[in-house]
């Protein structure tokens, strides 16, 4: 999800957030049925309308005509993804950093994310955080401790870590339903392994630097950093022969001279050695002093993986999908989960496409054919666009995003990462704490007490490069 300015409220945010929790007064509200016959959503509800084969990727596939056309290819993917670089505002390429940055352009990156807290915040249990304990995350960003001229460090995550809006573990909500739903407001997003970074700053104890990565720039745990020589890190980054992760997760136990680790989808490893059934990749690991060392493991027999990429075709698009089908919704991708934004960035990386990580950003970015719907559209044309929406294409309304996964019944079905929602189903409005990945029909969605998503949406996106 996106959040414009981390210190105003955002009311569309509340709705995704509060739907299938707060009522509206002269509406008929039933629960959800609790029975959990196929596991649609991180609570396993029942969602009426969804019949058990809808939730198999293979359905959606076998109704689609053109589920194996190949809609770019690796060529086409490479000079698109070259220009979402170069083109787009929210992405960071690495490779063009100078090897120093002045004090000014430090301090400017940090205070752009990291600006004083104005507003009430809530503790885990719903009490007010006194302002005291927020003005003292000010000297945590240790400001004045910023050279006149900084020299750039370089790491890879040895690890899966957190990306903060402070050098803090403090979790901060903004309601009770942000408590309630665990939407920690100092959570930014999280970094997989492997994933380079540039190190610009330390906060005052040490404990916490801040990085740009591709996607984002913020606050992480320094012993989650293995630093080494930058021709080394963006070199790892960049190794042209690689495998890509397509399982949600894949774990590589510890050995007498490693730990463990996991490797989310879409994460993207330098291939080691291909010896048939045995394939080993190169993995990051920091060693005792915080170096970075490369070693080479091997990946436990019959872990789905793909030579660099899959093939991007909708066929492929949609059993990735599904793959994530019933995992739990994390806002910022907190306690090893994914929420709307980072769903859909990492099924499509699965297929070498890249896109901003936050859902204002991947509507704006200009590199993909996207169809903007303005306040003068009518509810017609509205209804049209939904209507010529393609399996794949991405649907944003305020602070949401839903991957379109076919046409059934008169309706367009889509699949998200929600908290929940709230929808008109046969008479009937319905709430759905969903809290995870799902497939719901879209036009039922309800927006508020009058108006439903279609009436909200912005833009639906076709990713396939802008004016192909």
């Not at 079905?413 to 709430?431: A, E, F, K, N």
Request: glycine letters at 8%; a neutral charge; aromatic letters at 6%.
């Amino acid at each position: 999800m996106r959040r414009p300015d981390p210190w105003l409220p955002a009311a569309a945010l509340a709705v995704v957030l509060a739907a299938g929790f707060a009522g509206c007064a002269g509406r008929q509200i039933t629960d959800a049925p609790t029975a959990a016959v196929v596991r649609n959503g991180g609570a396993g509800l029942t969602v009426p309308g969804v019949t058990p084969d809808m939730l198999q990727a293979s359905t959606w596939i076998a109704a689609d005509p053109d589920a194996r056309r190949v809609r770019m290819t690796a060529a086409e993917l490479e000079r698109n993804n070259a220009m979402l670089l170069a083109r787009d505002p929210s992405m960071h390429d690495l490779s063009k950093f100078a090897d120093t940055l002045t004090r000014d352009e430090v301090a400017a990156r940090i205070r752009s994310l990291s600006s004083p807290v104005t507003r009430t915040l809530l503790d885990g249990q719903g009490n007010a955080i006194p302002q005291a304990t927020l003005d003292a995350l000010q000297p945590t960003l240790a400001l004045d401790a910023i050279p006149a001229r900084v020299t750039l460090q370089w790491a890879l995550l040895s690890r899966r870590a957190d990306l903060r809006t402070f050098p803090t573990r403090l979790r901060v909500y903004r309601d009770a339903i942000g408590v309630e739903q665990g939407i920690d407001r100092f959570q930014e997003t999280a970094l997989f392994p492997g994933t380079p970074v540039a190190i610009l700053h330390g906060s005052a104890d040490g404990r916490w630097k801040f990085v740009v990565s591709p996607r984002y720039a913020a606050w992480i745990d320094a012993d989650a950093l293995a630093v080494g020589e930058r021709a080394t890190v963006l070199g790892f980054a960049a190794a042209p022969d690689a495998v890509r992760m397509l399982a949600p997760h894949t774990r590589l136990d510890a050995t007498p001279d490693a730990p463990a680790v996991a490797f989310d989808m879409s994460t993207r490893l330098p291939l080691a050695r291909d010896a048939g059934a045995n394939l080993d990749v190169l993995v990051p690991r920091r060693d005792a002093d915080g170096r970075l060392q490369i070693e080479s493991r091997s990946l436990p027999a019959g872990t789905p993986i793909a030579r660099d990429a899959l093939p991007y075709t909708s066929a492929n698009l949609l059993t990735q999908a599904f793959r994530l089908l019933g995992e739990r919704y994390g806002w910022g991708h907190a306690d090893g989960t994914r929420d709307c934004s980072g769903f859909v960035s990492d099924v499509y990386a699965t297929l070498g496409v890249g896109m901003p990580r936050n859902t204002g950003d991947q509507r704006d970015t200009p590199v993909f054919r996207t169809r903007r719907l303005v306040d003068g559209n009518s509810r017609e044309e509205r209804l049209d666009a939904v209507r010529q929406a393609q399996v794949g294409d991405l649907v944003f309304i305020p602070g949401h995003v839903m991957m379109v996964i076919g046409h059934r019944d008169g309706l367009t079905w889509v699949i998200h990462d929600t908290p929940g929602v709230t929808y008109r189903w046969q008479g009937t409005v319905v709430r759905l704490p969903l809290a995870g990945v799902s497939v719901t029909p879209l036009e039922p969605l309800e927006y508020n007490a009058t108006t439903d998503f279609v009436d909200h949406i912005q833009a639906i996106q076709h990713v396939v490069a802008n004016g192909k």
